[in-house]
């Protein structure tokens, strides 16, 4: 009989860098047995969902009380070697600049020490009618929390 249930992959801070695991499964490659580029993207959208949950920025409270949402306003990703069926990856992710209604992230996945990708996303706060907006200043100061010096990014 299970006592508790397991919990959902979850990720940590250690300092200001946010980890976020993820697993390689079968479905996340493609015909060359290789991770597909676009679930890069997917692992990079769960990992910064996983650290504004652990910052307590409650992005659906938000949605629900037709203050705003974040959406990506740009990013740039670089693809630098292959993640293949069951690697162990690390979504390494800080933030490196903050603004009044946007922050820009940039995000590494790792297997072990090799670099497999990196991305730079620069999410804007957005209200219910798509124009930006100041992001709530709890969400500011949280993120002030681990914000990385420029010479340490």
Known sequence: MVKT???PPSGLFNGPLHLFPVRVYYEDTDLSGIVYHANYLRWFERARSDM?????????????????AYAVA???????APARLDDA????????????????????????????????????????????????????????????PKDAA
């Open 52 to 68: 504004l949950r652990l910052l307590e920025v409650d992005q659906r409270a938000a949605v629900e009380a037709g203050e705003g």
């Open 89 to 148: 990856v690390i979504i390494e992710t800080t933030a490196a600049e903050i603004g009044a209604a946007s922050v820009r992230l940039l995000q590494r996945a790792m297997r072990e020490k090799d670099l497999l990708a990196e991305m730079s996303v620069r999410v804007g706060f957005i209200s219910p009618d798509g124009r930006p907006r100041r992001q709530p200043a709890p969400w500011r100061a949280a993120f002030e929390t681990v914000l990385t």
């Open 5 to 7: 249930l397991p919990q």
């Open 74 to 80: 740009d990013l740039a990703i670089r693809y630098v």
